[in-house]
């Protein structure tokens, strides 16, 4: 399966504290309630070692030095695989493989796919000139975004405006079938 072919992505990126892991929550409850199948991957982008659940086997395979990793049970795989540094492209290689309809991507601002852009504070909107491809910008009360842009804004505190526009427009651009 070539990357990106037959699952659709979406980028929702902002800075610290945005509530992009909300919106992840949001849109992964909505996809899957419509029956479609959800894959997440999250930019860990303060940098050290994510914090994962691990078995105490697991972890001992990885700490003798196993690159791969992986435990079964009740029906969920927990896989751990260890490389110099991945890039978005490196794990939408993998995801490539999973029966997955729609893929959400949290961070990753310099990737190219379709974009939602959270704005929590005024200075936000810097991010704006920094990111491509665009699909829509959800602010804060705080935050005043400028209407002259011609990017699609909902107020973070009206979700049921954003969800419709989000899966009208995700439709009609073939980002879910």
């Known amino acids: ?19 992009k892991t909300t919106l992840m929550e949001q849109l992964i409850a909505h996809a899957t309630a419509q029956g479609l199948r959800v894959g ?18 697991s972890l001992r395979h990885e700490q003798a030095g196993a690159s791969v990793t992986a435990v079964e049970g009740d029906g969920t795989l927990r896989l751990s695989i260890h490389q110099n540094s991945w890039q978005l492209a490196d794990i939408l290689a993998i995801y490539a493989n999973l029966p997955m309809d729609l893929i959400l991507v949290e961070g990753y601002k310099k990737e190219p796919y379709p974009k939602v852009v959270l704005l ?4 936000d909107q810097a991010l704006l ?20 842009l011609a990017i699609p804004a909902f107020s973070i505190d009206d979700p ?5 526009f989000l899966w009208t427009e995700m439709r009609g651009n073939d980002c879910l079938t």
């Open 40 to 57: 997440a991957i999250k930019h860990h982008g303060h940098g050290g070692i994510p914090m994962i659940e691990t078995t105490k086997d």
């Open 160 to 164: 049921a405006r954003y969800m419709e």
């Open 1 to 19: 399966m070539a990357l990106g072919q037959y699952q659709k992505i979406l980028q929702i990126v902002g800075y610290q504290n945005s509530g």
């Open 129 to 148: 000139q920094q990111v491509s491809n665009i699909l829509c910008v959800l602010y804060w009360q705080d935050c005043i975004v400028d209407k002259s």
């Open 120 to 123: 929590r504070a005024a200075q």
